[in-house]
Structure formats: C-alpha cells, structure tokens
C-alpha cells in the first residue's frame, strides 16, 4: 500500500514540475524523497526471522 502512496506521490510530483511552479517542484520532490528514504529505512531494519 505505501508503495502505491509513493507511485503517485512521484506522479504527482512530475506532474507539478512540468507544469507547476518550480518552489512547489522541488518542495514536493524533497518531501517525496524523504518519504522514500523513511520507506526504504523502515523495510531495511526489518529483522528476518530464519529458521536454520
């Protein structure tokens, strides 16, 4: 679900840079960013419970 939420955010976010202007671009492109990396961060430290 959340990488649906930051497909369109991204979507969103191009749309806005091709047409909008550039402050908005770029302020939607760093939350989007952050966003991204706080994704990648939470799913990165997940512990794998492995059965040997």
Do not use: N, Y
Request: charged share 10%.
């Amino acid at each position: 679900m959340e990488f649906t939420v930051l497909f369109l955010a991204v979507t969103v976010t191009m749309l806005v840079a091709w047409r909008g202007p550039r402050l908005l671009a770029l302020s939607l492109f760093a939350m989007v960013l952050i966003a991204c990396i706080a994704t990648f961060m939470h799913h990165a430290t997940d512990t794998l419970k492995l059965s040997f």
